[in-house]
């Protein structure tokens, strides 16, 4: 079975997304902080016939990451996609006007730090096999100015220009790389912005293999 690893884990576009593989073969390697809550979520997708695991890590720790990673290639075998979606909404987001080196640093050592990391990881395994998928989710603000998230919009675009710089380094070595940029209230009542709909977004990326990002936006209907 293939496998797919997803940090940053939860009951909402985390879960769908392993669902959608899941359906499509995936065994799912869940990770996030909490081991009780990723038991929860293995046991909903065990329900649906997918086989899931939870490991736990922090990704503001970088060597949980690493050793969780290391033990779902343990317990699993080979990772062969891996999704970076992580979120910590108790770091402070501030307005553009207001950024500090001390607003900003937390966000750059999340979520760059914490891609530069989990991608570091996996990427020499891929790199020898001659395949992979890595996708990378940020929010839109990534690519489109949002100034009342100055700090974390700037950690974000400089995850997604190394994204986007890994596919075109990694273009001749069977491991593709793509951004997921996403511009709505995820579960938040539009159709379009529900979790189970974007989540068929990351398969059809990794099936076809085919654009470095995915700006999705979600409007009204």
């Given amino acids: 079975m293939p496998l797919i690893t997803i ?3 939860g009951p ?8 959608a593989f899941g359906q499509k073969g995936f065994d799912v390697a869940l990770v996030a902080r909490d081991q009780s809550k990723l038991d929860a979520l293995a046991q909903t997708l065990a329900g649906e016939g997918i086989h899931a695991q939870g490991f736990t890590a922090d990704v503001s720790v970088p ?15 080979p990772i062969d996609v891996l999704e970076f979606s992580p979120a910590d909404r108790t770091l402070e987001s501030v307005d553009a ?3 500090t080196m001390e607003n900003l640093q937390p966000q750059i050592d999340f979520y760059l730090g914490g891609a530069v990391t ?3 990881a996996v990427l020499p395994d891929m790199i020898e096999s ?3 998928t890595i996708l990378v989710t ?6 489109a100015p949002t100034p009342a998230r100055g700090n974390i919009n700037i950690a974000a675009a400089g995850l997604r220009n190394w994204t986007l710089n890994l596919n075109s380094a990694l273009a001749d070595t069977g491991v593709y790389v793509a951004l997921v940029a996403i511009t709505a209230l995820i579960g938040g009542g539009r159709p ?3 979790p189970a709909v974007i989540a068929k977004e990351y398969v059809k990326l990794h099936a076809e293999r085919r654009d470095a990002e995915l700006h999705y936006v979600a409007y009204d209907r």
């Fill in 138 to 143: 940020t929010g839109g603000g990534s690519l």
């Fill in 192 to 194: 379009d912005a529900e």
């Fill in 7 to 9: 940090i940053g884990a």
């Fill in 63 to 77: 060597a949980t990451i690493t050793n969780a990673l290391q033990s779902i290639r343990e317990t699993l075998g």
């Fill in 118 to 120: 989990a991608v570091g």
């Fill in 130 to 132: 001659n395949t992979g």
């Fill in 12 to 19: 909402g576009l985390g879960l769908e997304i392993a669902r």
């Fill in 97 to 99: 006007l207001k950024v």
